[in-house]
């Protein structure tokens, strides 16, 4: 057998490879996020939410099942592998964008794109999991995500720019050309699997294996119940954001460069605050991490039925994208911790089923709501939904394994450790945390 090191410094080639591929699949999302609703309603005259909102739907579906599919694929075929397919999904998604001369064709651009995304992005988080071992998961997390959402802030920027300037269509999707040309051939030509990491984990790991992975990620298990849960809310609340949030911002006459800087903020500081919770999910208990993460995006929401003025929607994207960015490397974290090896990859494809099936439940939910009683209305529910998958973590998860510091007794300065979810586990001085 190959022997390997596991462990970020060993690997930081491949993981910073990895990372740069991650980019470009959230650039491929971040392509329709400021511009696609306008194109909805401007070229193809869309009034009803819930039309416009069905490319968002369509979406999550077949992101969501792939992600599903992507846990076993990636144990049979191997990593690698399936992040090239998925890449190679990719290819017809900036033409059918460009030349649309309907709304369907939009749809099946989005087919193609739940498609990649499952499979491409699932691979990547995967992948660098098995690549840095036990210890720094949640700071490899936060890197991840960190770089896929920078690169969909990135690019809802850029494609919201360039759409101002020359045009809803062509131009921003020539974009996409290139990010599948540098998403592919890096892939293919630069990645390696990552099977021999997860052999070597497997010898040492002392996590039991999973008697029901399905059911014990969906709800079962405390820890993987409460975080599967919060993870579908959280893609409910971003699904209305994506779809909801430029149609308001239009109706409050800003222009589609305004509306492409605030919509922008959002993923940004999601993506760049994720540098900082991915360590600190590494040291902090994560269910401290998951319940004030939601809490704080709940109550952003319901603050924007008060927001008029373009610095007001600027703050409420700021911190609507820190509590998104307080769970998401946590999300993957606690899965990673509560796994064992040869359970992680299928495990982590049920989560993401059930996450990224939020995505269609919040665009179809909103949509709905939007159209039936107004915009106001559907923000305020989904809302006050995020703020309950908030108490349902306090209710229901346990800190988890190491030295995690409960959040409350670090700001207060208290030295204990967190109880842990084993019940061996001793309570322990622990240095406070500088960062």
């Known amino acids: ?92 998604i900036p033409f059918l964008l460009m030349f649309a001369p309907n709304w369907n064709w939009v749809i099946v651009a989005n087919v193609f794109l739940g498609i990649n995304q499952g499979l491409a992005w699932s691979s990547t988080v995967v992948m660098k999991i098995d690549l840095v071992g036990e210890k720094q998961r949640g700071l490899a997390m936060g890197i ?39 998403g592919l051939l890096g892939s293919y030509f630069f990645i390696h699997d990552t ?59 800003f222009e589609l460069q305004e509306i492409g800087i605030i919509t922008a903020i959002y993923p940004a500081v999601w993506g760049l605050g994720q540098l900082l919770t991915g360590k600190m999910s590494d040291k902090f208990c994560k269910k401290d991490m998951l319940f004030v993460g939601m809490l704080l995006q709940g109550i952003a929401l319901i603050l924007l039925i008060w927001a008029e003025t373009m610095g007001q929607y600027m703050g409420i994207s700021a911190l609507l994208g820190w509590g998104t960015a307080m769970v998401y490397p946590t999300f993957l974290a606690t899965l990673a911790e509560n796994t064992h090896p040869l359970d992680r990859a299928k495990s982590m494809g049920i989560f993401r089923l059930w996450r990224d099936l939020g995505y269609a439940i919040g665009a179809l939910m909103t949509g709905i709501i939007a159209d039936y009683f107004g915009i106001i209305t559907a923000i305020v529910f989904i809302g006050l939904l995020t703020s309950f998958s908030a108490i349902i973590i306090k209710i229901r998860m346990r800190c988890g394994e190491g030295e995690s510091v409960k959040i409350w007794d670090w700001l207060i300065g208290k030295e204990v450790q967190s109880t842990c979810t084993n019940s061996h586990s001793m309570v322990q001085p622990l240095e406070r945390l500088s960062y």
Request: glycine share 8%.
């Open 144 to 182: 991840n995500e960190s770089a896929g959402y920078l690169a969909v802030a990135l690019f809802a920027f850029l494609s919201g720019y360039i759409a101002n300037q020359y045009g809803l269509r062509p131009y921003p999707f020539y974009l996409g050309i290139v990010l599948v040309f540098l």
């Open 195 to 253: 099977r021999q990491h997860v052999i070597q984990e497997e010898q040492t790991s002392r996590i039991p294996r999973l008697k029901d992975i399905f059911l014990e990620t969906t709800w079962k298990n405390r820890n993987l119940g409460s975080v599967t849960q919060a993870g579908l809310i959280n893609n409910l609340n971003d699904g209305m954001v994506w779809g909801i949030f430029p149609i308001l911002l239009a109706s409050k006459e």
């Open 1 to 92: 057998m190959e022997q390997v090191k596991l462990g970020l410094r060993e690997n930081w080639k491949q993981f910073s490879l990895l990372v740069l591929i991650n980019a470009f699949v959230g650039g491929m999302v971040g392509l329709e996020r400021s511009i696609l609703p306008q194109i909805a309603e401007k070229e193809f005259a869309l009034a009803a939410k819930t039309a416009i909102l069905s490319f968002i739907i369509v979406f999550g579906v077949v992101k969501a099942f792939s992600n599903y599919f992507a846990g076993s694929l990636a144990n049979r075929f191997g990593r690698k592998n399936l992040l090239v397919f998925g890449w190679i999904m990719a290819i017809p």
